[in-house]
């Protein structure tokens, strides 16, 4: 069975940091890229970061550029993201997604999806 779990979230103070993992299970993600999307309350799903099957390439979105950073270990099945200075506004559900699509593509394009964890920042 083809599975993506997230794990990492939590509830952390403005400035704080969270590392969320992708693990893969049923299936190795060396030949996937690999989404990172949130949706929070009331907003629709939106693209955080994707990293390319190799690593070679990567993709952030406006608002988290400098804060946050993708990575992979595709010995161990597993992405990353490193999410430092942490703001309020990053509050969402965070969503790992693998497709063959290419870095950036939008989050309709991705097959593969875990089940979400919750990131909180809150003072």
């Known amino acids: 069975q083809l599975q993506l779990v997230e794990s990492g979230g939590g509830l952390v103070q403005p400035g704080g940091s969270l590392r969320l993992s992708c693990a893969a299970s049923?299936?190795?993600?060396?030949?996937?890229?690999i989404g990172w999307f949130r949706q929070a309350p009331g907003k629709e799903r939106e693209g955080v970061s994707c990293?390319?099957?190799?690593?070679?390439?990567?993709n952030y979105a406006d608002s988290v550029k400098g804060r946050f950073t993708i990575s992979r270990d595709n010995a161990k099945n597993t992405v990353y993201l490193q999410m430092n200075s942490l703001k309020p506004e990053d509050t969402a559900v965070y969503y790992c997604?693998?497709?063959?699509?290419?870095?950036?593509?939008?989050?309709?394009?991705?097959?593969?999806w875990g089940q979400g964890t919750q990131v909180t920042v809150s003072s």
């Open positions: 049923g299936f190795t993600l060396d030949y996937y890229t």
């Open positions: 990293i390319s099957s190799s690593g070679g390439s990567t």
């Open positions: 997604a693998a497709d063959p699509t290419p870095c950036g593509s939008r989050w309709s394009e991705y097959e593969y």
